[in-house]
């Protein structure tokens, strides 16, 4: 069964910062990977999707790493502002036929100015 | 494009309504999913559907909860006689013709509480 974990539940940095959030999954058959963002009583804003034979995505200041041996990935943010507060979110498709996502429970990011 | 619509956007019932939660899933897009987010939980999925049939309903309760979504209109999840574990914030996405590229879009979601 398909686990996805994300660390650290809740991480504070000062603006300016560059951080990395993880996560993994317990099975590396994966699809792909999708990162999301979920603002406080807000819905889910897509960021960065990586297919399972990709090893990177990049937009903007985000950079989504993908290692599907090591059963990780990473979403790197470049020069934080207060504004990227909020909990990102990581998903795991696990084939092909329109299954669903499965989600960790997220890292809530604080970017105080 | 509106994107994927979810409403209400806040629902109140007492224990034993009906809760009745629609998503109109972004124009083009044939596959709805619906997920539930418990308090401090991630999100669970709970049941795929594609126009008039649902593909996956693994992971709804067995008893009291529905989903359809009709040839025409939006996609409906059902809960009959809510209980206040049934409080939580209910969200639908929606895709094209799944692909390896293909992004899910969610909606807002609708908060549920049972009083």
């Known amino acids: 069964k398909q686990e996805v974990t994300q660390i650290p539940a809740a991480l504070s940095v000062p603006e300016g910062e560059n951080l990395v959030l993880n996560c993994s999954f317990t099975d590396s058959a994966i699809y792909n990977l999708q990162w999301f963002r979920q603002d406080p009583g807000k819905g889910l804003t897509s960021l960065l999707l990586?297919?399972?034979?990709?090893r990177e995505q990049t937009s903007g200041r985000l950079n989504a790493s993908l290692d599907k041996s090591s059963g990780r990935s990473t979403l790197y943010i470049a020069a934080s502002q207060p504004g990227d507060s909020a909990t990102y979110l990581c998903?795991?498709?696990?084939?092909?036929?329109?299954?669903?996502?499965?989600f960790g429970k997220g890292t809530t990011l604080s970017v105080s100015s | 494009n509106a994107g994927v619509m979810q409403n209400p956007r806040h629902l109140v019932r007492r224990r034993g309504q009906e809760a009745r939660l629609r998503c109109s899933p972004m124009k083009g897009h044939s596959h709805v999913y619906w997920y539930r987010q418990l308090p401090e939980e991630g999100l669970k999925f709970m049941v795929y559907l594609q126009k008039e049939n649902i593909i996956d309903e693994s992971g709804m309760p067995k008893e009291r909860f529905s989903a359809e979504f009709p040839k025409e209109g939006p996609s409906i999840l059902r809960i009959q006689q809510v209980v206040r574990g049934d409080s939580a914030a209910y969200f639908c996405?929606?895709?094209?013709?799944?692909?390896?590229?293909?992004?899910?879009?969610f909606g807002q979601g609708t908060r549920l509480t049972v009083v």
């Open positions: 996405a929606s895709s094209p013709v799944p692909g390896q590229n293909t992004e899910a879009f």
């Open positions: 990586i297919q399972s034979s990709q």
């Open positions: 998903a795991v498709k696990v084939d092909q036929a329109g299954t669903a996502l499965i």
